[in-house]
């Protein structure tokens, strides 16, 4: 399985980014899939999650109202569409995702939870 993420960048802070992660090798439809990001000499932190079905989604308390997750299964793609960007949000940001035995509206938060990741995207948001 390869996760490919794309759609990083520097924005203005109060403006918007849209990040991709595509898929290969198996079908994203079978798989929980999540957003996490980092910063340099910090851990990864969860961002947001969503179901295999899409009808479930989980947000980190700092994106909650701004970010939001959304997968198309037909392009074995997960969005995380980003508002209101604020300097804090500034971050390498890695899609992953988890094929495995799993309810179709299950959803997962933690990190060792998953186990395929996607190779990170900046985000660098200014003043």
């Known amino acids: 399985v390869q996760l490919q993420a794309s759609g990083g960048g520097l924005v203005q802070a109060g403006g918007s980014l849209r990040l991709s992660c595509a898929a290969s090798?198996?079908?994203?439809?079978?798989?929980?899939m999540g957003w996490f990001r980092q910063v340099p000499g910090k851990g990864r932190e969860f961002v947001a999650t969503i179901s295999r079905n899409g009808v479930s989604t989980v947000y980190a308390d700092s994106v909650k109202g701004r970010f939001t997750i959304s997968r198309d299964n037909a392009k074995n793609t997960v969005y995380l569409q980003m508002n209101s960007l604020k300097p804090e949000d500034t971050a390498v940001y890695y899609c992953a995702g988890y094929w495995g035995v799993s309810s179709v509206s299950g959803v997962y938060t933690g990190i060792h939870d998953y186990n395929y990741w996607g190779q990170g995207t900046l985000v660098t948001v200014s003043n």
């Open positions: 090798g198996r079908t994203s439809s079978l798989a929980i």
